[in-house]
């Protein structure tokens, strides 16, 4: 999580080169496979789901499975401790200040792989850097 075309469709976009149309349609043909091959991980699909989202800049949809994601994974501790920042990095990737944010705080709240001294610092939260919510944070963050 992400695999290699995931993450090779979340660099394109990054760069704000925009993918190429085979990236999703592989990519969507993986998660489909995954949905119908893996019960066992529903939590990581839906993840992935919102991780496709955000990279095609799909607000709501992102929105709607991050939400959907914490409440689900909130039955598995350890899922969502080793998860939640890629729920933050697909929120910051939609410029989804208010909801980066209170992922971020959550993350910070509780254990998780989310490090307030990088992550701000990552290219999925570029479009946001200018807000003055976001930039407060980081300015809390870098106080302790």
């Excluded at 695999?3 to 190429?20: F, K, N, P, V």
């Excluded at 080793?82 to 990737?93: F, N």
């Amino acid at each position: 999580m992400p695999d290699s075309e995931m993450a090779r469709l979340i660099t394109l976009r990054l760069q704000r080169e925009g993918a190429s149309k085979e990236i999703p349609a592989e990519t969507r043909l993986a998660l489909s496979q995954a949905e119908s091959m893996a019960q066992e991980q529903p939590h990581e699909l839906i993840l992935a789901r919102a991780l496709f989202a955000a990279a095609e800049g799909r607000r709501k949809e992102t929105e709607r499975l991050v939400r959907r994601w914490q409440r689900e994974a909130a039955e598995d501790y350890a899922v969502l401790v080793s998860h939640r920042h890629y729920g933050c990095r697909a929120l910051g990737m939609v410029n989804a200040v208010s909801a980066t944010l209170a992922c971020f705080r959550d993350a910070l709240a509780e254990p998780s792989f989310l490090h307030p001294f990088f992550e701000p610092l990552l290219p999925y939260y570029d479009g946001m850097r200018e807000d003055p919510r976001f930039t407060a944070l980081v300015a809390e963050l870098k106080q302790g």
